[in-house]
Every structure is written in C-alpha cells, then in structure tokens.
C-alpha cells in the first residue's frame, strides 16, 4: 500500500474536492472493507436460510475472535452492537435504577447520551449529576479534579467518554474507575471515538463495561460497534431487542436479535487487516502529528486557543472559531455553520458548542494531507459570508 496522505485517498469512496476533515462524525470505510461486506451479503444472499440458521452463529462468533484479539478482550465479553448509542442504550436499559440513584456524567457527554440517561432517569426517579468540564483543558489531572468532588455514595453508574465528542480530548479512564470503585459505583467507558486512535486494552481499562465503535476508526463498514462486558456484569445485561435468545447467555442473547444485515460485523476484521497492513503504529503516529500540526497552525493564524493540548489527543482536535464566526454558541447555529461550510465550501468539518462559544473540531485519518486544512485556515480569517 503507498504511503499516507493524498495517494491513500483513493482506497476511500470520498468524493473529491471535498477537505474530508471530519472523520469522527460517520467515519469513512475503505473500498477493501465495504468490498468485504458485500462478500458477506452474497452469501447470505445465495441462500438466506441456510446462511442465517447454519453458517452465521459461527461466522459472527470467528468475527468476535478477531476484534477481541485487537481489543486484547476475551471473545466471550464481547458482543457485537450496531453502534456505540445502542451499547450505551443497552447498559443503560439493563439496569435498575431506584429514586435517588445518581448517573454521573459531564458537560462534554455526548447529547444523545445525555438524552438516554434523561429517558432512563424519568423512569426510574434517578437523576444525573454533569460537573462542568473546563475548555480548554490544562492535562489530564484537571479532568479527575472535575469529576471527583461529584461522586458520593448515591452514584449509582459513572459514564465516562474515553474521547470526547467536542473537543477530541482524552480521558485518563482507568483512573475514573478506580475513582468510582472506591464509591462503590458501576462504570460504563463511551468509548466511540477509541478503537482505531488509541491502543486498547479494553480489560485493563477496569470498567464493568465498554462501549465502541468499529465504523468511526477502525475502518469498519457503518452499522458496527461492540459492547465489552466484565463477566461478573454480564448476567444483568440484555439486548435492547429480547429474541429468542433470552436467558441462553451473553453472547447468545446477542448475536441473535432479530433479522438483520450481519455484513458490517462479518467484515469487522478486514478493516482490522486495513490498519495493519498500513502498520497501525505507523497510521497513529502520521494521524496525530497531522491533526497537531493543522490544529496549531489554524489556531496561531485565527489566534484563538486550542481545546486541549496536543498529549490530551488522538486524531481530533478542536479550535475555537474567531470572533466574526461566533454567533450564540447554540447547536443549531453549530449545525447552520457547518452545513454551510459544506454547502458553499465544501468543507466537511465538525462545528461545535462548546462552554459558551463555537469550535471546529478536526480530524485527521491516513487519506488526509496539510493542504486538507488550508480552506478552513483561509475562511477562518475572512468570515462565513
Ligand atoms: C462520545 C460519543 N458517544 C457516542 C457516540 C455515538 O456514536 P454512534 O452514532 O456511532 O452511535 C458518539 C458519536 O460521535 C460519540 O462521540
């Protein structure tokens, strides 16, 4: 395979002349993996009832081996999801939770899980506890100093992002659960935006469960994530979708939850096989200095601060807009700026809210160069207009 940047662009089905710096909303799969999926349908498709009954308990158990190899997990902890709202969701609906029962969040959370939680505590009488998370954030130490004072015997479950939506920082998690173990509280990591920027040791990580996904960064087809259960938290967990599996066991309840397309968990391991075949310490380090050197230089020229520094980052990384961009830093008006940037300048970048004003927030994956980020940096200096 050639080398990062521009010439790697081509493995992907990315439009061109659209900047592709907005890698962690969606992702983007490459054609190899999406080529995968596809063999996996023909399968299927040759004959849906032999694949369905016969072939897929298996097909999808081998799938697991291969992604709990990388995730350094057990297969048997491991459970494939469609995505990383679902898992949440899924942890989120198993519990019982009683009137007075804490769910300690953040203010970077992401909405929909904040949304979840809000659904969850309506029903129950719970309630969630969000400290408000400093931006920009100094190191990691900063980030425990925040949540800490909100933990008391009441919190019933942590949520922690392992990377955080807005601003990409990441999260020192192991040290979070060893926090809210000590306050006799359960943790679930969101960990998205993780598998594919950082190395993972999901069981070292000390959380009774982990919720990823393949299709942000691991090159996965869309429609696939996973959810990683400590084996004594295993009992209480069941699928959003009760089938015919129930009371059978983990990975069972799982695997089966109704007729669905399977290709994108079948070809999770070929976007495994993308990343090494790249060398994946290779691809980590050309993504990190990438998004570093673009997020500086953005932020020096617009001279406005970056969201965290460059150690509190994998792949993304986000600059506060300046002045003649900011307007009330409001989702919609994130939403109408980014729309527009894609629009008239066809510039797929991130556009968020954070504490009070609007950021970009960019990426960086193995088919990005420099000059991706130069439209942004020049338009950042005109305003939107
Ligand atoms: C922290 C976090 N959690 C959950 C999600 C939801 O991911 P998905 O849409 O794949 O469910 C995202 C998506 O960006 C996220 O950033």
């Not at 369905?52 to 997990?73: G, I, K, W, Y």
């Not at 959003?240 to 059978?248: E, F, K, Q, R, V």
């Amino acid at each position: 395979m050639s080398g990062f940047g521009r010439s790697l662009r081509r493995e992907f089905r990315l439009e061109p002349g659209v900047d592709f710096i907005n890698h962690g909303s969606f992702g983007a799969p490459p054609v190899a993996v999406l080529a995968e999926a596809e063999r996996w349908r023909s399968r299927m498709e040759a004959n849906p009832d032999d694949f369905l009954r016969n072939s897929l308990p298996a097909a999808l158990r081998t799938a697991a081996v291969e992604l709990a190899r990388f995730l350094h997990a057990e297969p048997v902890d491991l459970v494939f999801i469609e995505n990383a709202t679902a898992a949440v969701n899924t942890v989120l609906r198993s519990l019982e939770f009683k009137p007075g029962d804490e769910i300690l969040l953040n203010s970077q959370s992401y909405g929909a899980v904040r949304q979840a939680v809000r659904f969850v505590c309506e029903r129950t009488g719970g309630k969630s506890v969000e400290p408000r998370v400093r931006v920009p954030v100094r190191d990691a130490a900063e980030l425990v100093q925040t949540v800490a004072p909100a933990l008391s015997a009441r919190t019933r479950l942590v949520i922690v992002d392992h990377i955080s939506s807005p601003s990409g920082v990441i999260w020192p998690v192991a040290e979070i659960v060893g926090l809210a173990r000590s306050h006799g509280a359960q943790v679930l990591v969101d960990g998205a935006h993780a598998p594919g920027q950082l190395e993972l040791d999901i069981p070292a990580v000390g959380a009774d469960w982990y919720a990823g996904n393949c299709h942000k960064w691991l090159f996965a087809a869309r429609g696939c994530g996973f959810l990683w259960s400590r084996r004594a938290a295993q009992a209480e967990l069941h699928p959003l979708s009760i089938s015919h599996a129930y009371g059978t066991g983990f990975t069972a309840e799982f695997d089966w939850t109704g007729t669905r397309d399977f290709s994108a968990w079948l070809a999770a391991g070929a976007g495994i096989r993308f990343l090494h075949e790249l060398g994946a310490d290779a691809a980590r380090r050309y993504c990190h200095e990438l998004v570093v050197a673009a997020a500086e230089k953005i932020a020096r020229a617009w001279g406005e601060p970056l969201g965290g520094p460059p150690a509190l980052h994998g792949f993304m990384m986000a600059i506060r807009l300046p002045p003649r961009w900011q307007r009330a830093a409001t989702r919609a008006n994130a939403t109408e700026l980014q729309s527009l940037l894609m629009r008239e300048h066809r510039i797929a970048v991130a556009i968020m809210p954070i504490e009070g004003a609007l950021w970009a927030r960019i990426s960086a994956q193995v088919y990005n160069a420099a000059a991706d980020y130069e439209r942004l940096l020049e338009l950042g200096l005109r305003g939107p207009g």
